[in-house]
């Protein structure tokens, strides 16, 4: 799960899930194999070029698979676990209205849990995200209250592990800053959000910075989007994620 977050490369990812996978069958791991499985099934869908990724494809037998084990199983973790990567994978491919229902399905089972899934800040990123592209799509006020609510979250995330987000509160606040038309001020931290996450080695997340210029620019009809459309597709390629590359 951290290889994911941090950025790794997908193809080497997707070696190491299989031999674990494998590994926690022979030690008849299931609920460590049941996250194996649907992690395998995410990366896949970046790594190859699919019209209806795996999560999002109510039809896929290997999802449906996963979730009849945890209702039988009554696996809130794997239940929370498929509605983050999904929300994650759906975004990815800018599927907004999907990624907001995923998250929604995921806070009804966290009232359940005990302890929420914790990662330092990636689901606030991602959800702050989410929440981001339907206020823009919707101009619905409710997704700028969920929006400050993820703000504030990673906020405090950074003050504790700078490194690992600081790129991801500027990227927010970038969007935030788009969203209510102050483009000289989105600009200037789109670009250090772009810098931040390439220093400190989250190729994954500076491809998406440089996807979310490239919809500012073309916003704006400015010719440079397509300079940073293509930046991000190489960036998409480095990270292994072919899938999304094809699709950008």
Known sequence: LNSFMCGRNLVELERK??????????HKQVVTHNIVRLMHLFVSNLLISNECPSLLGGQNTEKNDLLKQATKEHSTFLFCHTYIFASIEAYIFCDYELAANMIEKRKEVEKTMSRKSLYYGVIEFYDGLVFLAMA???????????LSEALSKLESFVQTGKVNC??????????AKSLLGKNEDALSKYELAIAIAGKNGFVHEQAIANERVGDFFLRNGDSRASQYYGISNSLYLRWGAQGKADHL
Do not use: C, P, Y
Request: aromatic letters at 6%; a neutral charge.
């Open 166 to 175: 600081e790129h991801k509160l500027l990227l927010l606040q970038a969007e």
């Open 136 to 146: 823009r799509e919707t101009n619905d006020v409710k997704w700028s209250l969920k």
């Open 17 to 26: 899930l299989v031999s674990f996978g494998k590994i926690m069958i022979e």
